[in-house]
């Protein structure tokens, strides 16, 4: 009599990605019931655009005209306006909590759940932050244009094309920030609690993504470090390409940098989580 042997269970690549988009449409729906919380969100971003812009209009007049005109950096002073309108207006569609999230689950005990489901949770975190980027673009996003882009006057990129690389660069750079989220997250396994870390590495992205202050203002041996990490694909290799200061070859090789970094980190993720995981302590639940 023979033996019955069960072939493991697998889900097919289809009903995976039925599964994952389901997440995403709930995260999107979620944050579609607490919309109006954004609005001050609106009011916040064009404070943070002025104070910027007024602070590099100081800044540009205190130095002397020159016959080209006034040019620090290698911007000039429009392109310094638009530079730190476009920073901000990408951040409201890339930000997301997944790091203060993961943690939660795990300091309370949740994760334990988590991790009995048939699902990955980094590739669970990464749709949520899709579904709620696509929230973000809709009901944040577009209204912080709508203020700022008349109110500073801010023009489009020197060619039309440029719009579509922009946002191709910007998703790419939505990516970076959910792995680096992710890792940060993981950190909760051995930590325990991580709100300095996640504080520490809020202020140093804004930084390091050059959202604060352009990366040509920096020495040349910061920038040709900053070229190679992942940081600056979040905010500066995007707003450089619609200013049209990235172009051809320049242009492939900075989209083909963050998608590497996209997906080594991604990769680091899955390798960090495996490693997390055997170590996992409940601490509540």
Known sequence: MSELVLAPWRRAPGASLRLYLGFARLAFLKYLAYRLRYYTGVVSYTIFVTGNAYLFRALFASRPETAGGVEIGGFTLPEMITYIAVSWIGRSFMFNNIDRTLAHQIQQGEIAMQLIKPFHVQTVTMFEAAGEAGFRLLLFTLPIMIVVVPLFDIGGPPRAALYGWTLLSF???????????????????????????????????????????????????????????????????????????????????????????????????????????????????
């Open 171 to 285: 998703l790419l750079g939505m990516v970076i920030n959910c792995q680096l989220n992710f890792l940060v997250g993981c950190l909760a396994f051995y930590l325990k609690n991580i709100d300095g870390v996640i504080r520490a590495k809020a202020i140093t992205l804004d930084f390091l993504a050059g959202v604060l202050v352009p990366f040509s203002f920096f020495p040349g041996w910061v920038q040709t470090l900053a070229a190679w990490l992942p940081f600056q694909g979040l905010s500066y290799v995007p707003v450089m390409i619609y200013l049209g200061k990235r172009a051809g070859p320049d242009l492939a090789s900075a989209l083909l940098v963050q998608a590497a970094w996209a997906i080594g980190l991604f990769l680091a993720g899955r390798l960090l989580w495996a490693r997390a995981v055997r170590s996992v302590t409940l601490q509540g639940g």
